[in-house]
């Protein structure tokens, strides 16, 4: 299952996107902020106090280096990690900037699955709603079925063949400690980016704090 949820999870927010072409952003902003504050809580509940007891001297370096890293990946993805995509109205071919800082992104969230199996739960509620809003822009950019179907099935393995080299590759089981810990310091800035956006205007929004509490809950219980 560690394999299969962030997989079918992206395969099944292609289909909604396809089938029922959601318009409605609100019920979409709401899924996205239930997904960053379980992703975050999972994240600070689980994560990193595992991470700190191994005791490397270092960790906390990793984890900014990770931060720093999903900064830069944002500048080519153009926030689609977090429900922000941006482009021309038509596209002829598949935007490979936002495709490779994508599926980079994918593929690093796959490393500490191997070790840590409930965070593949957030990350496939993660994908879900990007999944929706990525198919959706593809769709209203008029960018070939067939160029949709690609990005969506590639972006949808990279997560789980991120786990499946965690687990396979011996130099990057050597270095387990620090990869998450970079993981983390992406989780940190993805998740709390979604929250914060999530509210706009800073205004009180009683549907979005309750996702977030329940969110939080999840998390917890896991």
Not at 29 to 40: M, T
Not at 80 to 98: S, T, Y
């Amino acid at each position: 299952m560690n394999y299969l949820l962030p997989l079918l999870s992206v395969l099944l927010g292609y289909v909604i996107a396809l089938v029922l072409q959601p318009k409605n952003k609100t019920n979409l902003k709401l899924l996205l902020a239930f997904s960053g504050s379980f992703l975050l809580s999972l994240t600070v509940m689980h994560l990193l106090p595992e991470i700190y007891q191994t005791n490397h001297p270092n960790i906390g370096i990793f984890i900014m280096l990770g931060i720093l890293f999903q900064i830069i990946l944002e500048f080519f993805s153009k926030g689609a990690e977090h429900g922000h995509v941006h482009g021309k109205p038509h596209m002829a071919h598949i935007p490979w900037l936002l495709f490779i800082s994508l599926c980079l992104h994918a593929f690093l969230e796959g490393f500490p699955v191997s070790h840590h199996h409930d965070l593949a739960i957030g990350i496939a509620i993660h994908h879900l709603p990007i999944a929706i809003i990525l198919t959706t822009f593809f769709i209203h950019a008029k960018l070939n079925q067939k160029a949709i179907f690609a990005f969506m099935i590639t972006f949808a393995t990279m997560t789980p063949l991120g786990t499946i080299a965690a687990n396979y590759l011996p130099l990057l089981r050597n270095y387990h400690t620090e990869l998450t810990a970079i993981v983390i310091g992406i989780l940190f800035h993805i998740s709390s980016t979604i929250i914060f956006e999530s509210s706009e205007g800073h205004k009180f929004n009683i549907a979005k704090v309750s996702m977030i509490v329940l969110g939080i809950l999840m998390a917890y219980f896991l």
